[in-house]
Nanobody, 125 residues
Framework: QVQLVESGGGLVQAGASLRLSCAASGRTFSSYTMGWFRQAPGKEREFVAH????????NYADSVKGRFTISRNNAKNTVYLQMNSLKPEDTAVYYC??????????????????WGQGTQVTVYS
């Protein structure tokens, strides 16, 4: 079992940056592949990025590639999402997720067992 708590959301102007954090407690953090998802109003939750527990490899949605960076600090039991050059279409509730999986598809909601409560990111033009 792992508990996840996100922080760092806020209201920013287009072009600004934000860094989201997700603090994990429970079982060994390094045992989990960590992901970020987001859900905009009226839309389905979508994959943003993940970082693999096995080798630290990362994967991003095309919509954020080159602007967002996922990283983790296993000593602090925390995963981060650095978001640069934010756009109004990035407005959403951002969720942190965890899975013990490390192979195959890791960009789907069904791949993850544990979820945080979400943090709101609002980008205005």
């Amino acid at each position: 079992q792992v508990q996840l708590v996100e922080s760092g959301g806020g209201l920013v102007q287009a072009g600004a940056s934000l860094r989201l954090s997700c603090a994990a407690s429970g079982r060994t953090f390094s045992s989990y592949t960590m992901g970020w998802f987001r859900q905009a109003p009226g839309k389905e939750r979508e994959f943003v990025a993940h970082i693999n527990r096995r080798d630290g490899s990362t994967n991003y949605a095309d919509s954020v590639k080159g602007r967002f960076t996922i990283s983790r600090n296993n000593a602090k039991n925390t995963v981060y999402l650095q978001m640069n050059s934010l756009k109004p279409e990035d407005t959403a509730v951002y969720y942190c997720a965890a899975t013990t999986g490390a192979w195959g598809t890791l960009d789907t909601i069904a791949s993850y067992n544990y979820w945080g409560q979400g943090t709101q990111v609002t980008v205005y033009s």
